[in-house]
C-alpha cells in the first residue's frame, strides 16, 4: 500500500466561517481536497464529495471520528484484494464516558446499518445505482443510504476487525443530551419513509414490505420504554404516534403483506436488542397501541 497513490481524503466544508491552511492541508503523505460550499445539510455535502471521489472505493467519516488504529489501512485494503466487495460492513468501536468518573470507555459495537461508522463502498457499484444520500434528511440520514446500498449490493463483506472509532465529543447532541431519540425519532421515521418509498421505487417490494414492517414493531416496542411512558415526556410521544399514524396509513398495505415467520423474527431481534438497553415490560398489547394510535 502506498499512502500517496492508493489515498486520498476530501473535506468538504459545508457553509462554515472556518477555513482550513493550506499548511494543515499539505500536511499529511497523501492528498487532500478541501472544496468549500454554501451551507446544503448533512446529506448533500456528503454527495458533494462522493461526485468529486475518483477512488476504486469510498467510506464517509464524521467530522470528529477517526481510524482505531494504524492498522486501519491495512484491514480495509486486506479486504478489497481479490474480487473485493460492493459493500463492506464491519464492528467498530466506541468512545465513551464513564458515568461517574469521567474518565474514557471504550466499547465494542457491532455490525449495524445505522452509522456511517465501519462501511466501505465500491464508488462505481454507487454511481451506477445511483446510491445517494437523501438530500431532505439531514438527522438519521446515514440509516437510509446504508440501508440502500447494502440491499442493492449483492456483495456483502463482514469484518470483524474494527477499523473506525466513534470518538467521544462533548458538545455531540446525540451524547449529552438524554432526549435525543425523543426528539428525533420522527426523523428516524421520515428516512425510513424515504428508505421504503425508494425500494418500491426501484421495484425492491419485499424489502419494502421488511423495512416498513421493522419500522412499525420498532416504534411499538419503543413506545413500551420507561422514557416514553413517562408523562414528563408526553409531548415527544403524542407528536411521534402522529408522525408514526401517517406511516402507518402509508404502508399498512406492506405490513399486511409480509408473513408471519418472517414477522416473528423480526420481533424476536427487535425484543433482543431492547432487553440489551435495559428490561422492558410491555404495558399494551400491539393491537391495542395501533388502534389507540389511529384514533388521535
Known amino acids: 500500500m502506498d499512502l500517496k497513490n492508493d489515498v486520498g481524503?476530501?473535506?468538504v466544508n459545508d457553509g462554515s466561517d472556518t477555513i482550513l491552511s493550506d499548511d494543515f492541508l499539505n500536511n499529511y503523505p497523501y492528498e487532500v481536497q478541501?472544496?468549500?460550499?454554501?451551507?446544503?445539510?448533512?446529506?448533500a455535502t456528503r454527495n458533494v464529495a462522493l461526485d468529486n471521489a475518483t477512488a476504486d472505493y469510498v467510506m464517509f467519516c464524521d467530522a470528529d471520528d477517526m481510524f482505531y488504529n494504524a492498522c486501519g489501512f491495512y484491514i480495509?485494503?486486506?479486504?478489497?484484494?481479490?474480487?473485493?466487495?460492493?459493500?463492506?460492513?464491519?464492528?467498530?468501536?466506541e468512545e465513551g464516558r464513564d458515568p461517574v468518573t469521567k474518565e474514557p470507555l471504550y466499547?465494542?459495537?457491532?455490525?449495524?446499518?445505522?452509522?456511517?461508522?465501519?462501511?466501505?463502498?465500491r464508488r462505481k457499484y454507487l454511481m451506477d445505482n445511483n446510491i445517494r444520500f437523501h438530500p431532505e434528511l439531514t438527522i438519521h440520514e446515514d440509516s437510509y443510504f446504508n440501508c440502500l446500498a447494502q440491499k442493492c449490493a449483492g456483495e456483502?463483506?463482514?469484518?470483524?476487525?474494527?477499523?473506525?472509532?466513534w470518538k467521544w465529543r462533548d458538545n455531540s447532541v446525540c451524547r449529552h443530551d438524554p432526549k435525543y431519540i425523543l426528539k428525533t425519532y420522527n426523523n428516524m421515521l421520515e428516512s425510513n419513509t424515504k428508505l421504503v418509498e425508494e425500494l418500491l421505487k426501484r421495484g425492491m417490494t419485499g424489502d419494502a414490505?421488511?423495512?416498513?414492517?421493522?419500522?412499525?414493531?420498532d416504534a411499538y416496542y419503543t413506545m413500551n420504554k420507561e422514557e416514553w411512558i413517562n408523562q414528563e415526556n408526553k409531548e415527544y410521544r403524542d407528536a411521534t404516534e402522529r408522525r408514526f399514524k401517517r406511516y402507518y396509513l402509508q404502508f399498512k398495505n406492506l405490513f399486511d403483506a409480509l408473513d408471519m415467520q418472517t414477522k416473528s423474527q423480526i420481533i424476536v431481534g427487535i425484543k433482543n436488542r431492547f432487553f440489551n438497553e435495559g428490561l422492558f415490560m410491555e404495558t399494551i398489547t400491539f393491537d391495542q397501541w395501533i388502534n389507540e394510535v389511529m384514533a388521535l
Open 9 to 11: 481524503v476530501i473535506i
Open 34 to 43: 478541501y472544496i468549500k460550499s454554501s451551507h446544503m445539510g448533512v446529506s
Open 76 to 93: 480495509i485494503f486486506r479486504e478489497m484484494s481479490g474480487a473485493g466487495f460492493n459493500a463492506l460492513m464491519s464492528v467498530f468501536v
Open 107 to 121: 466499547l465494542n459495537r457491532e455490525m449495524d446499518s445505522t452509522f456511517v461508522h465501519g462501511k466501505v463502498y
Open 156 to 165: 456483502v463483506k463482514y469484518c470483524q476487525s474494527p477499523f473506525y472509532l
Open 209 to 217: 414490505c421488511f423495512y416498513a414492517t421493522s419500522m412499525i414493531y
